[in-house]
């Protein structure tokens, strides 16, 4: 979590402001159906209703609506208490008055405040809420109540001129204030003088007392002369459903408290109150008034974009991995972790510059299309083409432009190609998930099958796997070689689009479960062939030599004829011509790696021969490369391939179907050639070139001759899997089990 002091206000400020609107937006269903839930513009939730239907409120709660003014004026069933506001807290704001005594050319008149008896009314000054206040230079002010037994309270207030008034502060010169006790129900208020304002008349000639609402009156020296002619004062009533506590009324036939609340005694007299109870939000009086609050679930208030947990009244916002979360524009984001921007920025800032004026010509052409579209879209292509720079969109740029011409088969898709083709990456479009990404079906508009490789996320060493698959994928065009159709790089993270070749991988089909075995002779035979000419052609025939780096059965992808196709070009290398070994880390799969270039890190074409070799082995025995449930001499499969030939017991370690269906002369010759292949010394291993030749020639001889056929005429299908559970993506993306060591330092 990288939380800074600012974004976690902005956060505190969206959580606040989602309380509020979900506070407002609770105020919708207020009253029991077919009631009328406003006045003029005052709520007046149930069990508060209007009177003229007394099934719309709880008995002595009516508020009536008078009309005559406007906005219309509500008041307590008792006609004369102004009401100003109700909340489902528990109280009622209203317009109270206020007591004065004036002594104005030596005739005293007043106006002691009477406060209607309210025993049987469930309203009760709130003491926590409201204060007892008097204004005067000559004030005596009384307030005697019963709250149950009589009480009687007061204060004094004096002072000799105006320049003794403290303005804002109301402690006994000028004004003052007394907090007024629990459960007054009735009370009157009387103000006397000391010296009938004789000495002070000039400025203060009246008195004035009141309960008020805590907040609700500042005291101000003006008021001292005729309180600006106020006759009223907001003041709080606490209120509460009847007379008896929970305990007493639960479970009982007149239970004022809905579904999914709970019920709290008043706290200021008698009755009580109730609550929804957490997680839960509206009207706790109604029967179903609390509605659970889904904040995940809401589209119109999502401020998650990453993995929204709804918890009982909140909700849980986290991203995933490899990213972070970040407050942009009031919505938690969540941002591909930082270190990726700086180190591709930092390592291509040549590039950047290089490539400045292009791209800026490029931007400017993609954005003055973009200008009809309006704020918001500007906002997102900036977005897109923040992603775009992020992506290694230049690092592409520039290969492409140093490889004129090669790519021109690949195309570069809008994110809403994509969208649209996948469905806006629906869930039952997922062909499989892999080590570090997801592959979806994808119908491009016209029909074509595609398979469309999306990466969870990006770092460093990733995009520059990335646009290494691009660029030479995009060199190739071999019908062996998994064909990629373009890329976007539009999205947040980078997306790979490929032909669909739907069914599995060769591991998949060799080692899966229910597959054992289901591979006949011939066809391994077959796939073995065109895999050994896609790699001799990567090889020597590819305009740039390419050592794949990679290969095993995961990494060999079968159509629905069986046909292979080499895929997943990650992490292989171009080799300039004048080269012929190139100094890298030491990149691979376990089992499948050259001990030769584990050792010295010089990757040479001899390294794929290797791991071609162990294929081969696999295809024969149809055991895995490395397997930790075999006894310790035969984890390695080449060792333990190898040590069985030496022994003479090859046959025993063969599959069985492979015994059965192949000649002993074939698989003695494709054996003795697996084993030429793992040859620890490089230079004593057979050239790719020769291992195709050798294989198809078995093939060749394998086949029957009117079967044989010209592959140049062999169409790329591209159809529909035949069963995307079963599909496995490590072919598009098979780092699961990828080891990349530094031993040997950079290129
Ligand atoms: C009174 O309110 C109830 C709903 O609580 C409604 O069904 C009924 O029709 C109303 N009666 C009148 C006369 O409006
Ligand atoms: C109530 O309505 C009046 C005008 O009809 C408006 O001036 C006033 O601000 C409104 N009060 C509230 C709380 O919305
Ligand atoms: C409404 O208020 C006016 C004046 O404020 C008063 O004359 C009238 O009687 C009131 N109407 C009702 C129904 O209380
Ligand atoms: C309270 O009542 C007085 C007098 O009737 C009126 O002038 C004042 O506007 C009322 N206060 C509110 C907040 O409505
Ligand atoms: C107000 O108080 C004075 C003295 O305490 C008393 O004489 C007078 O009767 C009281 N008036 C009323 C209306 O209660
Ligand atoms: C009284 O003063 C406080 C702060 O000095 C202010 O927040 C409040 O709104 C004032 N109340 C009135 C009724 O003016
Ligand atoms: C509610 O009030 C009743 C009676 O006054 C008391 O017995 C009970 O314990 C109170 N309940 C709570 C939860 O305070
Ligand atoms: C609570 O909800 C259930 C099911 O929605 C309903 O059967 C029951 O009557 C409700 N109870 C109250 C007190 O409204
Ligand atoms: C929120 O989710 C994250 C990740 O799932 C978890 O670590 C964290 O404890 C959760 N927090 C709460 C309050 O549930």
């Known amino acids: 979590m990288l939380f800074y002091k600012e ?54 709660m009516d508020i009536s609506c008078n009309y005559s003014s406007n906005p219309p004026k509500l008041f307590l069933s008792t006609g004369t208490v102004e009401v100003l506001e109700i909340s489902l807290l528990g109280q009622v704001r209203i317009n109270h008055s206020i007591a004065w005594d004036c002594y104005e050319d030596g005739v005293r008149t007043n106006r002691f405040d009477t406060w209607t008896n309210m025993f049987k009314y469930p309203y009760t000054f709130s003491d926590t809420l409201n204060r ?25 207030s004096l002072c000799n001129s105006q320049e003794s008034i403290t303005e804002g502060s109301c402690s006994g010169i000028g004004c003052c204030e007394t907090s007024i006790p629990k459960g007054i129900k009735s009370f009157t208020v009387n103000i006397s003088s000391f010296h009938n304002h004789n000495r002070i008349r000039k400025f203060n000639p009246c008195s004035f007392a009141f309960i008020v609402d805590k907040d609700g009156y500042n005291f101000s020296g003006s008021d001292l002369l005729n309180f600006q002619g106020r006759t009223r004062v907001p003041a709080v009533l ?28 008043a706290t200021n007299g008698p ?61 938690l984001r969540c941002i591909p972790s930082p270190p990726v921007i700086n180190a591709v920025k930092n390592r291509f800032l040549v590039w950047q510059v290089a490539l400045g004026m292009g791209l800026g010509l490029l931007f400017l052409l993609v954005g003055s299309s973009c200008l009809y579209w309006g704020v918001e879209k500007r906002r997102l292509f900036k977005l897109k083409a923040e992603f775009f720079q992020k992506n290694g969109g230049m690092l592409l740029q520039q290969q492409m432009s140093n490889r004129e011409g090669t790519v021109e088969s690949t195309k570069i898709f809008t994110a809403e190609e994509l969208e649209k083709a996948t469905n806006n990456y629906d869930e039952s479009r997922i062909l499989g998930r892999g080590g570090y990404g997801t592959v979806y079906k994808g119908i491009l508009p016209n029909d074509n099958i595609v398979a469309v490789k999306k990466s969870k996320l990006v770092d460093e060493t990733q995009i520059e796997q990335f646009i290494n698959e691009v660029v030479i994928l995009s060199q190739i065009n071999h019908r062996n070689v998994v064909k ?3 890329c976007c790089l539009e999205t947040e993270v980078p997306l790979l689009i490929y032909e669909c070749v739907n069914n599995g991988t060769l591991f998949h089909h060799i080692h899966d479960e229910g597959h054992v075995a289901s591979l006949s002779w011939e066809t391994r035979l ?17 305009s740039i030599p390419i050592i794949h780096r990679d290969i095993k059965s995961t990494n060999i992808l079968l159509d629905e004829n069986y046909r292979a196709r080499v895929s997943d070009f990650g992490a292989s290398r171009l080799v300039p011509l004048d080269q012929t070994q190139l100094t890298t880390l030491v990149q691979g799969t376990l089992g499948y790696l050259d001990p030769e270039y584990f050792q010295t890190s010089q990757l040479t074409e001899k390294s794929d021969v290797y791991s071609f070799g162990i294929v081969l082995m696999e295809l024969l025995t149809g055991k895995k490369a490395l397997s930790f449930e075999r006894p310790e001499q035969e984890r390695n499969l080449s060792m333990h391939f190898v040590s069985a030939m030496k022994q003479n017991r090859l046959f025993e370690i063969l599959e069985e179907r492979v015994v059965q269906e192949g000649s002993q002369e074939q698989i003695l010759e494709i054996a003795e050639l697996a084993k030429r292949c793992v040859r620890l010394n490089g230079d004593e291993r057979p050239t790719m070139k020769e291992v195709a030749m050798e294989v198809e020639g078995l093939w060749r001889l394998g086949k029957h001759p009117w079967v044989q056929q010209e592959p140049q005429e062999t169409e790329l299908l591209l159809g529909e899997p035949s069963d995307s559970s079963d599909y496995n993506t490590t072919g598009y993306d098979s780092l699961k089990d990828h080891v990349i060591l530094s031993l040997g330092g950079g290129r």
């Not at 007379?243 to 005694?265: L, M, P, T, W």
């Not at 609390?290 to 995940?296: A, F, G, W």
């Open 7 to 60: 974004e976690a206000m902005v956060l505190l400020w969206v959580l606040l402001h989602l309380i509020l609107l979900s506070l407002t937006a609770a105020h919708s269903q207020q009253t029991l159906p077919g009631c009328q839930d406003k006045c003029g513009n005052v709520t007046v939730p149930y069990p508060f209703g209007l009177v003229g239907n007394s099934s719309c409120y709880r008995p002595l």
């Open 132 to 156: 007892f206040i008097a204004i005067g230079c000559d004030t005596l002010a009384f307030i005697t109540g019963s709250n149950g037994p009589e009480y009687t309270g007061g204060c004094v």
């Open 238 to 265: 606490d209120w509460a459903i009847g007379e008896k506590s929970c305990e007493e009324v639960q479970r009982g036939e007149d239970y004022a408290c809905g579904n999914n609340s709970h019920c709290f005694n």
């Open 271 to 331: 009755g009580y109150l109730c609550r929804c109870i957490e997680g839960y939000q509206g009207n706790p009086y109604l029967p179903d008034g609390c509605q659970y609050i889904d904040e995940c679930a809401d589209k119109n208030r999502k401020v998650c974009e990453g993995i929204c947990t709804n918890t009982l009244g909140s909700y849980n916002c986290s991203c995933p991995p490899g990213t972070y979360d970040e407050v942009v524009q009031d919505k």
């Open 484 to 486: 990629l159709l373009g």
């Open 526 to 542: 077959t796939i073995a062939a065109e895999t050994a000419g896609a790699l001799a052609y990567l090889h020597s025939a590819a």
